[in-house]
């Protein structure tokens, strides 16, 4: 295994965690959304943000398929 590898081993760890934490926001807002919800409050800016947070992890994703796995 050659620096290039243990590299790409890293930028995928590092990925993976990034995605981890981007879904984790996304799954919190959504959360967020529906307490508003309950409360009778406006959601709309809790709405955009989430949109903005899906996008940022549909990239974060795509990202992360472009990392070459390590086989073995």
């Known amino acids: 295994m050659g620096p290039e590898s243990e590299d790409d ?35 709309t800016s809790a709405e955009d943000y989430l949109l903005y947070l899906e996008r940022s992890l549909m990239i974060l994703e795509n990202e992360l398929m472009k990392i070459p796995k390590r086989e073995g």
């Open 9 to 43: 081993n890293t930028r995928l760890e590092q990925a993976t965690l990034i995605v981890s934490r981007a879904r984790e926001q996304v799954a919190r807002q959504r959360d967020i959304i529906a307490e508003l919800k309950t409360m009778g409050l406006d959601t």
